[in-house]
C-alpha cells in the first residue's frame, strides 16, 4: 500500500474546500455506517458546520491536501475536526474529534497525519480531554485512536439504526493537557447547604 507522503500539507480547512469536504463526508453518509447522518448534504447545508471551525481555539478543521496537486484542484486526502462535546459550559474544555478520509486515502496514515497536526494544534488550547465515538465494528479505527492513547471507556448498544439494521457505537476517551486546568477539584460538599 503508498503511504502518504510526509510532504503533504495539513493546513486548516476554509471555504474553498467546502465541496472537497462536503464530498468526502457524503461518501461516509451513503456508503457506511460510520456517520449516523442519512441523507447526502449540499456544500451549502454544510457551510456552517465549516464555519463553526475556525483556524485558531479549541474547535478545529484541519485537511490533508495532496502535495501533488496545487491549490486550484485542492485534492484532498482528508480532514480532523475537534467540536464541543455537549453545549453546556462546564463541558468546554471537552471536544469531539473526528477524522475522515477521502476514499482511496484510507489505510495510508491519512488519519495519523491529521491527528497529530490536530491533537498538536490542540496542545495550547484549554482542553482537557478528546472524545471520540466509533460506530462499531470498525476495527481501523480503534486501531487509530489506540495509537493516539485514547482508551475504550463504554459502548453504546444498538444507539442508531441505519441500513436497516441498528449499530452499536463504542466512546474512547484521551487525556489532554490544559494550559489553564485548575490544580485540584473543588469540593463538592462546599456547594451544600
Known amino acids: 500500500m503508498v503511504r502518504i507522503p510526509a510532504e503533504a500539507l495539513v493546513r486548516p480547512g476554509t471555504e474553498a474546500d467546502l465541496a472537497a469536504l462536503t464530498d468526502i463526508y457524503n461518501h461516509y453518509v451513503r456508503e457506511t455506517a460510520l456517520t449516523f447522518d442519512t441523507a447526502a448534504f449540499t456544500p451549502e447545508e454544510r457551510l456552517p458546520w465549516l464555519r463553526s471551525h475556525p483556524e485558531d481555539g479549541p474547535h478545529r478543521l484541519l485537511v490533508a491536501q495532496d502535495p501533488r496537486t496545487g491549490d486550484n484542484t485542492r485534492r484532498l486526502l482528508g480532514y480532523a475536526t475537534s467540536s464541543p462535546y455537549r453545549p453546556k459550559a462546564a463541558y468546554g474544555t471537552s471536544v469531539e474529534v473526528s477524522v475522515y478520509c477521502a476514499p482511496g486515502a484510507t489505510g495510508r496514515g491519512t488519519g495519523s497525519l491529521l491527528y497529530g497536526a490536530l491533537f498538536d494544534a490542540l496542545g495550547g488550547e484549554d482542553v482537557h480531554r478528546a ?49 489553564t486546568a485548575p490544580s485540584a477539584s473543588p469540593d463538592p460538599s462546599r456547594n451544600r447547604r
Open 131 to 179: 472524545y471520540a465515538a466509533i460506530a462499531q465494528p470498525n476495527e481501523a479505527s480503534a486501531r487509530l485512536h489506540g495509537a493516539f492513547g485514547f482508551r475504550h471507556i463504554g459502548t453504546y448498544t444498538e444507539v442508531g439504526r441505519k441500513f436497516g439494521r441498528y449499530w452499536d457505537v463504542s466512546w474512547y476517551e484521551k487525556p489532554l493537557l490544559s494550559r
